[in-house]
């Protein structure tokens, strides 16, 4: 994640308090998810953003999970998501995320 | 679940951008404090 | 189909494509720059990693990228690219090359007006004096160029050897510092190069051309003037196109798209006869995803700089055009959602012409290589992109499901094309686009550009540009 949303992230903790916060994804694969969600729950695996070393424990989910996708108003979801949701292979995201999900 | 949280929208250009996460998670109710998109190339 | 006398035609007479092979450059890299100062042990790891310039013109994707291969040949070859280098490869290709690091830094010095080059004089002798075609070069004992390094100018570096100097424009204007001029006067001569070449391929003369259209992602200006621009006039100039003006288009990545379809409209109007549209590369993006290539074995990828040039005309009968009356935009209340922008790129271009997405036999997007997308967690941008258009084909019924693989696997291609932003995006296609529609292997291609616009804080929206090429009927 880059350093900017890393800093926001950080400073939105502070703010609101971790506990009341929750971030969305919208990755296109998976490769990239289980960096962000770390760098959120654990810290900045790299060592080297704003979020090195800070563990927010903030649950992360990608938008096209369906527990997400349900809350989302049906006529929304239909122009805005449900391509993506042809497109992208939300499973191994979604696997990723709930196990990041279940260590908090 | 979602709620109650405020939420934290990181979309990506080629997948769900920020803006997108943040207008669909508003029309469910919820609070989107922050929306970003990252582009990777 | 529509009726084929309102069509709206501009004829592409070439392209050519070029890649500079610059392994010391990429330190100074946007990313390598900064994480280099942090952690300057980075440095030999990432020397150690750079690769030669016969690797670089054995890498399958570069072969593609000047023609040497088709797009459908490099989905046969074996993986890793990087690892399974083609034997006998050349640097010449059917409508690009690849240029050594000598070479540019030969470009450099010759295309450099304010005195910001100096050259190393024995190594000039040694090595590139013959790059230089008679025209004045600066040169100075190794002395002077350590001097002016430490007084502030940038190193130019040939493997260990410090072969030169790059000073700043100005003591003060931050605009005008050596990094931000090198950066300019690269994307300056990498297009250069693309326009004088392709001149040379298609046997014009440089005083035929009368409008070059510069579309990079450089800015050139001054402190005042940012990005005052007009890249385009100085590289007229560069090549010597004494009868041209010039003018740059920027749109980020979606930058070369806009150009075509400016110049296009500039034939079109009956303005201009022969327009060059051409872009530089960007020395910026070089090794952008660097670390993740070190961490992962890999030889760093994002060693070159890519450009390339297009010259338009009237549309002839029998050869490639493009359909004006095809282009479509993003507009404002476009949404950024994926089916958005498809909607929009896509099925809008296609509708203009009756076309269902069924009746394109080749689609263009961001064909970004993905050997050096993958490792660093970006994933596969071209595939994302064409299974959006394949998900958008099924939503209107043109396809089923089970179809969507076959759709991407025939209408699409693996991507080949250096992380270099602008150069990826859909235009990268169009050489090949050329041949397959000469040898009736296509009949059409779609070409999709998208530009990130949020990245420079403006706006949030995205945004990008679509035209359909085929061959000019009667």
């Known amino acids: 994640m880059n350093f900017e949303n890393q800093g926001v992230i950080k400073r939105l903790a502070d703010q609101y308090g971790p506990e009341n916060l929750a971030v969305v994804l919208g990755n296109s694969e998976a490769s990239g998810v289980e960096v962000f969600a770390e760098t959120v729950t654990e810290g900045d695996p790299s060592y080297a953003g704003p979020l090195a070393g800070v563990s927010l424990k903030i649950p992360v989910y990608h938008v096209l999970e369906k527990d997400v996708m349900a809350v989302v108003p049906e006529a929304m979801r239909e122009e805005k998501l449900q391509l993506s949701s042809l497109v992208i292979d939300v499973e191994p995201m979604r696997q990723v995320l709930q196990a990041a999900r279940e260590k908090l | ?41 | 189909m529509t009726d084929s006398s309102k069509a709206v035609r501009v004829g592409i007479e070439g392209v050519f494509y070029s890649l500079a092979h610059v392994p010391d450059l990429v330190r100074y890299g946007s990313k390598p720059s900064r994480e280099l100062k942090a952690n300057p042990a980075l440095e030999q790891q990432l020397k150690n990693q750079l690769r030669s310039f016969d690797a670089a013109t054995a890498y399958a994707p570069h072969q593609v990228y000047i023609g040497n291969i088709t797009p459908a040949q490099l989905s046969n070859l074996a993986k890793p690219w990087y690892d399974n280098l083609i034997e006998g490869a050349a640097s010449n290709g059917r409508f690009g090359d690849l240029v050594d690091q000598e070479w540019l830094y030969s470009l450099l010095a010759q295309a450099d007006q304010f005195n910001l080059v100096t050259l190393e004089e024995k190594w000039f002798h040694e090595h590139t004096v013959n790059h230089a075609n008679g025209k004045a070069v600066r040169v100075g004992p190794l002395v002077e160029i350590k001097t002016l390094c430490e007084k502030g100018a940038l190193e130019l570096y040939a493997g260990e050897r410090l072969v030169g100097a790059f000073e700043p424009g100005h003591a003060e204007d931050a605009s005008l510092t050596a990094d931000v001029l090198l950066e300019n006067l690269a994307a300056k001569v990498t297009a250069a190069h693309s326009l004088a070449s392709l001149l040379n391929a298609l046997k014009l003369s440089p005083e035929e051309i009368d409008f070059v259209i510069s579309c990079s992602e450089e800015a050139v200006g001054d402190r005042y003037n940012r990005g005052g621009g007009n890249l385009g006039k100085a590289i007229a100039e560069e090549v010597g196109c004494a009868n041209a003006s010039g003018s740059d288009v920027k749109a980020f990545c979606a930058g070369p798209m806009y150009g075509i379809v400016h110049g296009a409209s500039l034939i079109q109007s009956g303005v201009c006869n022969k327009v060059a549209v051409v872009a530089g590369g960007s020395l910026a993006k070089l090794g952008m995803k660097f670390e993740s290539h070190l961490k992962k074995g890999m030889p760093v990828l994002e060693d070159v700089l890519g450009s390339f040039a297009v010259i338009l005309s009237q549309a002839k009968t029998g050869e490639p055009c493009m359909r004006l009356d095809s282009t479509a935009f993003h507009p404002v209340r476009g949404g950024a959602s994926p089916q958005a922008m498809a909607e929009s790129l896509a099925e809008k271009a296609l509708a203009k012409l009756g076309m269902r997405l069924t009746e394109v036999d080749r689609y263009a997007v961001e064909l970004h290589n993905p050997e050096i997308t993958v490792p660093s967690g970006s994933g596969d941008v071209p595939r994302t992109n064409y299974m959006t258009l394949a998900a958008l084909a099924v939503m209107r019924g043109q396809i089923k499901k089970d179809q969507m693989e076959d759709f991407v696997r025939t209408r699409g291609m693996l991507g080949y094309a250096p992380t270099q932003g602008h150069i990826p995006s859909a235009i990268v296609y169009l050489g090949h686009a050329l041949d397959a529609l000469r040898n009736n292997e296509i009949k059409n291609a779609l070409l999709i550009s998208k530009g990130s616009l949020f990245l420079g804080r403006m706006t949030q929206l995205s945004d990008g540009c679509s035209f359909l090429v085929e061959k000019s009927e009667k």
Request: aromatic share 4%.
């Open chain 2, 1 to 41: 679940m979602l709620n109650g949280k405020k939420v934290i929208a990181i979309g990506e250009r080629d997948g769900v951008p920020g803006p997108v996460i943040a207008e669909c998670l508003e029309g469910a109710g919820l609070e989107v404090v922050f929306q970003a998109t990252e582009c990777f190339v």
